[in-house]
């Protein structure tokens, strides 16, 4: 009876989700108690069906009266089950952060656990149409999520994600039906069987549907040059959505890539398919390039941070076609990691916006005196990110490029080379932007006094909006992306608290206590996970063994 943990776990929040609007007639603030009880409980089912996976193995069940590969089955194995935590335990850790931050209101609640049924249904399914089903429950939840704030900016960012989605979304769809139209069936493992028995690799109707759900997902996942939603949404969003957004939306969209290419269309079916192989991996190449290169150009931390996600994906694409277990290891747990790491680096930077003001490089100078705390835990992410050891930053692409030089070297394809070549470049482009953080950090600012700027900068800050002082270090003037060119004034003086900014007799940090603990964990798990490189390896191998048999 274990299985019916599965759509037990999918239906919670889905469920949830009609609450805080229902409760909502009557009572006013029911939206975050209802989130908090149903994503605390999604916690406890994500953590039985781990155990029941590592006990048993696979889990599957059937939905309705129809035994799949006619009806409806839901699956969680090792991959699965991994993604799964990271979705319970980072919603429930941002609901903590929403809670003062924002946005507010019974309606963002429901939406908000719409996207974490929409996200739990996606990795559990075992049916590519109802992973269509459920990728639209995530988009749509997200476009509202995104305009959650009700300002221009985000409504507009918004409406470029609507656009750009429902297009991936078509994509695959359409792929999904090429791939029924030969095999005559939608579930994964029978798909898989029908393409060997029926079909062929060299099928022109299973290579267009292989190539189609890539190009859709690769807009969902945002890789070059498709990529262009992703920094206008996450810099526009409400902080607390971006946070989420940015650990679960793309990385449940990448494990959506992973899971279709070998489990259904299968490692022989990459490995005799060398032309799609070859273009994932270009795409996959530039991304990493371009990504790491428009991130070291941005001043606004947002957008940074969110280039440089259309970099870190970039790599899992790589990990995906270069079809060998070390690269597919290294693309899984580069997955669980940098979803770990961006729900941390956003949560941080929400944070400094929270209690400081500070959205941009010219506004942390010396953020390190003020909220050293704060500053630490960034700081320590930031270096995850670019991959120093140990942290897990580092085991993925570690991995990844181990496997790329392998298949080069297997293959005599020069493509796997040049691959760990452009994480080398990328990784170097990495440290630069984190340095110039860590340097605004604990460097910036340190010889003035500190009575310069002193007190509270002006202004309200809301939900989505930060305030100022009287400029005298805010020097930026409009980039033509839509980011903010600075001009960096060493001179700047140290970080101010914005009014009513949080306070805690226990730390210096003016932010929210509950916040900055999850943030510290966060950071330190990212350290921690970078010691497993074994472990991961083990929990991983049922699936590598059953994907590369």
Do not use: C
Not at 91 to 106: C, D, E, I, Q, Y
Not at 228 to 243: C, E, K, N, S
Not at 325 to 341: D, K, P, R, S, Y
């Amino acid at each position: 009876m274990s299985d019916v943990l599965l759509p037990v776990a999918i239906a919670l929040p889905l469920v949830a989700a009609t609450l805080p609007i229902a409760l909502g007639l009557r009572y006013e603030d029911a939206g975050w108690p209802v989130a908090a009880v149903a994503t605390t409980a999604l916690v406890g089912l994500a953590a039985a069906i781990s155990v029941e996976v590592a006990r048993e193995g696979t889990l599957s069940h059937a939905l309705g009266t129809y035994e799949p590969p006619i009806g409806i089955e839901l699956v969680a194995d090792e991959l699965s089950v991994a993604v799964l935590a990271l979705i319970a335990l980072v919603s429930l850790a941002t609901l903590a952060f929403a809670r003062v931050a924002g946005p507010r209101g019974n309606a963002f609640y429901s939406g908000y656990l719409l996207l974490v049924g929409g996200l739990t249904g996606l990795v559990l399914t075992g049916d590519l149409f109802n992973m269509f089903v459920f990728l639209e429950i995530v988009g749509i939840s997200t476009y509202a999520l995104i305009a959650a704030d009700r300002s221009g900016a985000s409504a507009y960012a918004s409406l470029k994600y609507l656009v750009v989605g429902t297009v991936g979304a078509s994509l695959y769809l359409l792929g999904v039906g090429y791939a029924f139209l030969a095999t005559g069936t939608l579930n994964m493992l029978d798909m898989q069987v029908q393409i060997v028995e029926q079909a062929s690799y060299a099928d022109p109707l299973i290579r267009a549907s292989y190539a189609l759900i890539v190009a859709g997902l690769g807009l969902k996942i945002a890789v070059f040059p498709v990529h262009a939603w992703q920094p206008d949404a996450y810099q526009r969003a409400p902080d607390a959505v971006t946070t989420i957004v940015a650990a679960l939306v793309s990385t449940a969209s990448a494990y959506a890539l992973i899971r279709v290419s070998y489990t259904v269309f299968t490692v022989d079916f990459l490995a005799a398919n060398d032309a799609i192989t070859t273009g994932m991996l270009i795409v996959a190449g530039a991304s990493i390039l371009a990504g790491s290169v428009l991130a070291a150009m941005q001043s606004d931390l947002k957008r940074m941070f969110a280039y440089s996600s259309v970099a870190q994906f970039g790599m899992i694409v790589a990990a995906v076609a270069l079809a060998n277990e070390t690269a597919l290891l290294g693309g899984i747990v580069h997955l669980v990691g940098h979803g770990l790491l961006k729900f941390g680096l956003f949560l941080g930077i929400g944070l400094l916006a929270l209690g400081y003001g500070a959205r941009g490089l010219d506004d942390l100078a010396s953020a390190a005196r003020s909220a050293p705390y704060t500053s630490g835990a960034v700081a320590v992410l930031g270096l995850g990110l670019v991959g120093i050891p140990p942290s897990i930053g580092f085991l993925g692409k570690w991995y990844i490029g181990v496997g790329a030089i392998e298949s080069s070297m297997a293959g005599g394809d020069p493509a796997g080379i040049g691959i760990a070549v452009v994480i080398f470049v990328s990784t170097l482009f990495t440290l630069s932007y984190v340095a110039r953080v860590i340097e605004r950090f604990y460097f910036a600012g340190v010889g003035v006094a500190d009575g310069h700027g002193d007190g509270d900068h002006g202004g309200e800050h809301g939900d989505g909006g930060s305030g100022h002082d009287d400029g005298s270090h805010d020097t930026g003037v409009a980039a033509a992306d839509g980011g903010r060119e600075s001009v960096t004034d060493d001179d700047a003086g140290p970080l101010t608290s914005v009014a009513d900014a949080p306070r805690s007799r226990f730390v210096p940090d003016r932010v929210p206590p509950a916040s900055l603990a999850i943030l510290i964990v966060a950071a330190l798990t990212t350290v921690v996970l970078g010691f497993t490189g074994y472990a991961l390896f083990e929990w991983f191998d049922p699936f590598l063994t059953e994907v590369f048999a």
